[in-house]
């Protein structure tokens, strides 16, 4: 008997020690290991990292020239090295260029990370709803399941009607539809809930630590000056920038590369001096230095590049300007939607929530008593119900809307 006990006992001991977190714990859980997220710092290192090649100077040549060159002498031989350097102006172009991929980089991670932020709220909200939403349907389940027992009772006595056990039964199927429902419902909202947090299909998703939807506090920020500041605009803006970096790299191409050479090389048979004697064998060496500039002959391609990146930073800077444009004004909708959601909400726990508790209590003695019929008591309840779940989706929306208006404003 004591080990029977205990196997019952195991699954309640083992969910008892599953992990739990808040909403806030999920985020910076989903910060840490979201692969999105880290593919954006990926991204961002591969830009820091590619910083020292602005000063690149290309390969060094080194060269051997060696044979019947100079005499009829066959062992002849030169050395030589010479390095083309850019024009001194491709460095401090190339350099501004870098740094502002990397800031380019930098601000797409933090949108990455924004958006990031509110899909895990979002879907945790989600989740807390659906849960508090299977509640709300266990008790419709219990409550629909008495009244058609009742009905059934009355069916067989005489007293009630075949409609009245047909609509009860109805009912009742209904609301277990809906239980099967939400329980499909709950398990897709908690494989996107994994997935938002990088958590393989096999990982056990935490308890949440809220006990309902009303415990999650959110505060939402009331400030149109952060549009301004929103990561998403930052990353756009900083793409105009990074195109006028591009357009400076591609007009300093433009401009000669100067080249600089040293050789050293032997000269059998030749005199040594102005006197004709003695003549240079292959220990004597002849050296000197050699200087140039590398000029674009056809410079009309370098020129379409420098052209196509000033339309290039035309578009980054509209798509920058009209994203401005549509996050204020999402922004300020965002605004009317939450003062919205938070009329509606108060109406429900003001007036229609308590009222709702009285017709379920009211009509259920009334309808035992005998002083209704199943009509308006099945009426009754429906519009409780209703009111209950109107309450619980009004909830879940005030939530949603607050979580917005703090993405808008880049507060994840």
């Known amino acids: 008997m004591k080990k029977l006990i205990s196997l019952l006992l195991l699954p309640l001991a083992a969910f008892s020690q599953r992990p739990s977190w808040n909403m806030e714990g999920a985020v910076q859980y989903a910060l840490q290991h979201n692969k999105s997220l880290q593919a954006a710092d990926a991204r961002v290192q591969y830009f820091r990292q590619l910083l020292p090649t602005a000063g690149d100077i290309g390969k060094t040549e080194v060269a051997l020239q060696y044979g019947q060159y100079n005499s009829y002498v066959k062992n002849d031989n030169n050395f030589s090295i010479t390095q083309a350097i850019p024009f001194p102006t491709n460095f401090g172009a190339r350099k501004q260029l870098g740094e502002s991929q990397l800031k380019e980089a930098g601000f797409l991670k933090a949108n990455t990370s924004n958006e990031l932020a509110y899909q895990v709220k979002e879907a945790y909200l989600q989740l807390l709803y659906l849960q508090e939403q299977r509640a709300l349907l266990l008790q419709q389940d219990s409550l629909f399941n008495a009244f058609a027992k009742k009905a059934e009772l ?96 591609y007009a300093n191409a433009i401009l000669p590369d100067i080249t600089l050479g040293y050789f050293n090389q032997s000269l059998i048979g030749t ?114 119900l209703n009111i209950r779940q109107g309450y619980l989706k009004s909830l879940l929306d005030n939530k949603i809307a607050a979580c917005y208006l703090n993405y808008l404003a880049g507060n994840q």
Do not use: C
Request: net charge neutral.
């Open 154 to 249: 009355r069916y067989r006595t005489g007293e009630g009607k075949m409609l009245e056990k047909t609509a009860s039964d109805t009912r009742k199927q209904e609301v277990e539809n809906l239980l099967r429902q939400n329980e499909a419902d709950m398990k897709i909202a908690t494989t996107r809930l994994k997935a938002f947090t990088g958590m393989s299909e096999a990982d056990v998703l935490p308890l949440p630590a809220e006990g309902s939807l009303a415990d999650v506090t959110l505060t939402p920020v009331f400030d149109s000056t952060r549009i301004s500041q929103h990561p998403l605009l930052q990353y756009l803006q900083q793409q105009a920038v990074t195109a006028d970096k591009q357009q400076k790299v």
């Open 271 to 384: 005199p040594v001096n102005a006197s004709g004697a003695p003549l240079a064998t292959g220990g004597n060496r002849f050296q000197g230095f050699q200087v140039g500039l590398a000029l674009p002959v056809w410079a009309r391609p370098m020129r379409a590049r420098v052209k196509a990146e000033a339309q290039q930073e035309q578009a980054a800077t509209l798509t920058f300007e009209q994203n401005s444009i549509q996050l204020q004004s999402q922004y300020t909708q965002a605004v009317q939607q939450y003062v919205k959601q938070m009329e509606n909400l108060r109406y429900y726990t003001q007036s229609a929530l308590p009222n709702a508790g009285l017709i379920v209590k009211q009509s259920q003695l009334a309808y035992s008593a005998g002083e209704i019929g199943y009509a308006e008591h099945f009426l009754n309840l429906e519009q409780a």
